[in-house]
């Protein structure tokens, strides 16, 4: 089994900043994509920001310039931060991440249960 685990989130005033972190345990071999989506009420989830195992980096455009996505392979997490937050960045924000697992072949997608952010003054 695998288990990812957000934390980070909270109440921010706009222009506030918060840092998530998001990280994984269990029965782990490697890591590859990992990655943040976000879903706000009466809406789809959608990609925020994502990164590879080599540190290539993927960002939603209304994010981009606010929002930093780092990894730490090691301690198999994932963090973002996010400066200059906006009321629109109201969301649950999940992690997720590609993950093979130990005498398993293959990749396979694992989600969080996410984090609350919310902006408001």
């Known amino acids: 089994q695998v288990q990812l685990v957000e934390s980070g989130g909270g109440l921010v005033q706009p222009g506030g900043s918060l840092r998530l972190s998001c990280a994984a345990s269990?029965?782990?071999?490697?890591?590859?994509?990992m990655g943040w989506y976000r879903q706000a009420p009466g809406k789809q989830r959608e990609l925020v920001a994502t990164i590879s195992n080599s540190g290539s980096t993927n960002y939603a455009d209304s994010v981009k310039g606010r929002f930093a996505i780092s990894r730490d392979t090691a301690k198999n997490t994932v963090y973002l931060q996010m400066n200059s937050l906006k009321p629109e960045d109201k969301a649950n924000y999940y992690c997720?991440?590609?993950?093979?697992?130990?005498?398993?072949?293959?990749?396979?997608?694992?989600w969080g249960k996410g984090t609350q952010v919310t902006v408001s003054s």
């Open positions: 269990g029965n782990i071999f490697k890591i590859s994509t």
């Open positions: 997720y991440m590609t993950v093979q697992r130990m005498g398993v072949a293959g990749f396979y997608g694992h």
